[in-house]
């Protein structure tokens, strides 16, 4: 039997938070893209999520907030984080915490590391779930591991529906971009993924250089596999125009048949449209062609996801 796809309300919201107690998986959207959400306390439950996903043990999950009082029992916040978190939660941003000794998320959830993911959603319809249900929730990005993130419910029904209880429909994500992750190495930010978050924003704010990531030893990100969010087609990145048999993914003026990820060549809008144009192509071509995207802004996410869907081992 399929997930049935059911609009928020008091009613499903209720329906979602039972099923969770009971250790069951509810895909539910968050403003990034749909995440597939289980109890973060219940090691049975995120067994079952590992094996729905398809997902490598070794990746631990985003721990899922609704308040300070919740985020604060699970880890620890330098004063620097705490800014940082102020600054933009609720929203599109994950911070990697010290866990608490004494935190509710269970250790197979952080696949054992002593850092612990934490992010406040700002959709409406994932706070008031995660407050009904009254601790975090655990949500990976609600695909089989390695396929396109889902920005839509309907996503979510062709690539988990047969694994899972119950689709929460919050309609197309607003940001479409996984959150950006951020970390700190002796109270430095350092950028662990580049996501729904401009990293100018959070280097402004901070007045603080932003580090990338550059899988140097000391912090631990697991989850930046080169090959991910792989479409069965072949992309060819910065491409000018599309070759014969290609589909085309532009940024700016198209031609009908290609799909443009923003007319008017607006990164905010373009990471909206990533997944789903990509998802829809790739239905349609073997090889995708794309156009050369800035690097600024919400472009820096759109490049990292666009490199690893294009990386074949
Ligand atoms: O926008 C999002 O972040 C979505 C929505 C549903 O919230 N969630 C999401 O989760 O993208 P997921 O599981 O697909 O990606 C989480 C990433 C993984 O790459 C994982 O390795 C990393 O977060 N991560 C989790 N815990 C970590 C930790 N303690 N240290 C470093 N990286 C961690
Ligand atoms: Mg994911």
Redesign the pocket.
């Known amino acids: 039997m399929t997930a049935p796809i059911v609009p928020i309300l008091p009613e499903t919201i209720a329906l979602a938070a039972e099923i969770l107690s009971e250790g069951g998986l509810v895909a539910?959207p968050?403003e990034?893209?749909?995440?597939?959400a289980a109890d973060a306390a219940n090691p049975e439950a995120i067994a079952r999520l590992y094996e729905a996903k398809g997902?490598p043990r070794f990746?631990?999950?985003?721990a899922?907030v609704s308040s300070w009082e919740m985020a604060e029992r699970e880890a620890a916040f330098s004063p620097l984080a705490r800014t940082c978190a102020e600054a933009f939660w609720p929203g599109?941003l994950?911070l990697?915490l010290p866990?608490r000794e004494d935190g509710r998320v269970v250790d197979l959830a952080?696949?054992g590391?002593g850092?612990?993911?934490l992010?406040w959603?700002k959709q409406r319809a994932a706070t008031a779930l995660i407050e009904v249900f009254g601790r975090p929730l655990v949500?990976?990005?609600?695909n089989r591991s390695g396929h396109i993130?889902p920005t839509r419910a309907e996503h979510v029904a062709e690539d988990l529906g047969e694994r899972i209880s119950l689709i929460l429909d919050g309609g197309p994500c607003d940001?479409g971009?996984?959150?950006s992750?951020l970390?700190f190495e002796d109270d430095e930010p350092v950028l662990?993924?580049p996501?729904?978050l401009p990293t100018e924003m959070i280097a402004d704010r901070l007045g603080k250089r932003v580090r990338a990531y550059g899988g140097h030893a000391r912090?631990?990100?697991?989850?930046?596999l080169k090959s991910h969010y792989a479409p069965k087609a072949r992309l060819r990145l910065n491409a000018a125009a599309p070759e014969d048999d290609e589909g085309f993914l532009a940024f700016g003026s198209f031609v009908p048949g290609d799909l443009s990820l923003s007319t008017r060549g607006d990164l905010v809008e373009a990471a909206a449209n990533l997944f789903e144009m990509l998802r829809s192509l790739d239905t349609r071509f073997e090889r995708i062609a794309v156009s050369p995207i800035p690097g600024t802004g919400l472009g820096e996410a759109i490049n990292d996801r666009l490199e690893r869907a294009a990386y074949r081992e």
Do not use: C, D, F, K
């Open positions: 539910i968050t990034t893209v749909y995440g597939l997902r990746n631990p999950l985003i899922h599109p994950t990697v866990a952080r696949a590391l850092t612990l993911a992010r959603p949500a990976p990005s609600a993130s940001v971009m996984e959150s992750i970390g662990l993924r996501g729904g912090i631990n990100a697991p989850g930046q």
